[in-house]
């Protein structure tokens, strides 16, 4: 069975506002899912259902197969690796100490096997050993977020749920991030599910994108079906500006009559 997780005929509701109202979505293994849409869609609603953060309120959520009204959540959350906007490592531990609380509490204490945890993930994410004995506090936000993540698949888990992670750092560091996780994904072939309110992230980072809107599905395609084929309008008007990029090489642009720089000389010599 190929199926990683699936949501069936999921709503939820919170007295009498629906935010999510009838989801049917399969994801499959060693996908990269980005969510998006607009501002209170239920995109991390959704992603919360998966590791039992929040209930259904009517309907079903399936990861590997087994319902997880089924399942111990506590496993399950162990089993799961989170991610979200923000440092959320622990103030008072080292480095270290962050990445190897999952391990530390799967390998009953097997101090060999949390070190070579510890080891691989934070060289996975590209990260030196030499930090490993510093606090949060003394690290960079780029370098928090990489530490996070690399806390988030100390216990190797088979799916990663990311909740913006990327929202707090300047761009560069945004983009490095980016690549990064592109490549984590592409090495171990875990399967992500992304939520992110940048539709040009989206298209970049997942094989598949689920557009979401007032609680229901807009679309869920791949990156180039979206932008070639929107599928209703407001995929189309989420995805207007992707759809008109331009991707001249470097020594061409200045020359293209149709590109922002252009557009600019031209208002400057109506004005």
Same mark, same amino acid.
């Given at each position: 069975?190929?199926? @990683?997780?699936?949501?069936?005929?999921? $709503?939820?509701?919170?007295?009498?506002?629906?935010?999510?109202?009838?989801?049917?979505?399969?994801?499959?293994?060693?996908?990269?899912?980005?969510?998006?849409?607009?501002?209170?869609?239920?995109?991390?609603?959704?992603?919360?259902?998966?590791?039992?953060? &929040?209930?259904?309120?009517?309907?079903?959520?399936?990861?590997? =197969?087994?319902?997880? $009204?089924?399942?111990?959540?506590?496993? *399950?959350?162990?089993?799961?690796?989170?991610?979200? %906007?923000?440092? /959320? *490592?622990?103030?008072?531990?080292?480095?270290?100490?962050?990445?190897?609380?999952?391990?530390? *509490?799967?390998? $009953?204490?097997?101090?060999?096997?949390?070190?070579? @945890?510890?080891?691989?993930?934070?060289?996975?994410? #590209?990260?030196?050993?030499? &930090?490993?004995?510093?606090?949060? =506090?003394?690290?960079? #936000? =780029? %370098?928090?977020?990489?530490? =996070?993540? +690399?806390?988030?698949?100390? +216990?190797?888990?088979?799916?990663?749920?990311?909740?913006?992670?990327?929202? +707090?750092?300047?761009?560069?560091?945004?983009?490095?991030?980016?690549?990064? &996780?592109?490549?984590?994904?592409?090495?171990? #072939?875990?399967? &992500?599910?992304?939520?992110?309110?940048?539709?040009?992230? @989206?298209?970049?980072? #997942?094989?598949?994108?689920?557009?979401?809107? @007032?609680?229901?599905?807009?679309?869920?395609?791949?990156?180039?079906?979206? *932008?070639?084929?929107?599928?209703?309008?407001? /995929?189309?008007?989420?995805?207007?500006? %992707?759809?008109?990029?331009?991707?001249?090489?470097?020594?061409?642009?200045?020359?293209?009559?149709?590109?922002? +720089?252009?557009?600019?000389?031209?208002?400057?010599?109506?004005?």
């Amino acid at each position: 069975m190929n199926c @990683a997780i699936e949501f069936r005929n999921v $709503k939820k509701t919170y007295g009498e506002k629906t935010i999510i109202e009838n989801l049917n979505l399969t994801v499959e293994k060693g996908e990269f899912v980005t969510i998006v849409g607009s501002s209170g869609c239920g995109k991390t609603t959704a992603l919360k259902m998966i590791n039992g953060l &929040i209930d259904t309120t009517s309907g079903d959520v399936f990861v590997d =197969g087994k319902n997880i $009204k089924d399942n111990n959540l506590i496993e *399950l959350r162990r089993s799961i690796g989170y991610s979200i %906007q923000g440092s /959320v *490592l622990f103030p008072h531990m080292t480095v270290e100490e962050n990445i190897s609380y999952v391990p530390n *509490l799967l390998n $009953k204490k097997d101090k060999v096997k949390t070190k070579q @945890a510890v080891s691989k993930w934070m060289k996975i994410v #590209g990260r030196d050993e030499e &930090i490993k004995g510093r606090y949060p =506090g003394e690290l960079s #936000g =780029g %370098q928090q977020q990489r530490v =996070g993540i +690399a806390r988030a698949l100390a +216990a190797s888990p088979s799916i990663l749920l990311m909740d913006e992670p990327f929202g +707090a750092v300047d761009e560069i560091t945004r983009g490095q991030l980016q690549e990064e &996780i592109k490549r984590i994904h592409t090495e171990t #072939g875990i399967t &992500i599910l992304f939520v992110t309110h940048d539709i040009s992230e @989206a298209l970049k980072l #997942g094989t598949k994108v689920l557009v979401m809107n @007032a609680g229901n599905i807009e679309q869920y395609d791949t990156p180039t079906e979206l *932008l070639r084929h929107p599928a209703t309008d407001f /995929v189309k008007q989420l995805v207007y500006r %992707q759809r008109h990029l331009c991707s001249l090489p470097d020594d061409q642009i200045n020359d293209c009559q149709y590109s922002y +720089a252009a557009e600019l000389d031209k208002k400057k010599n109506e004005d």
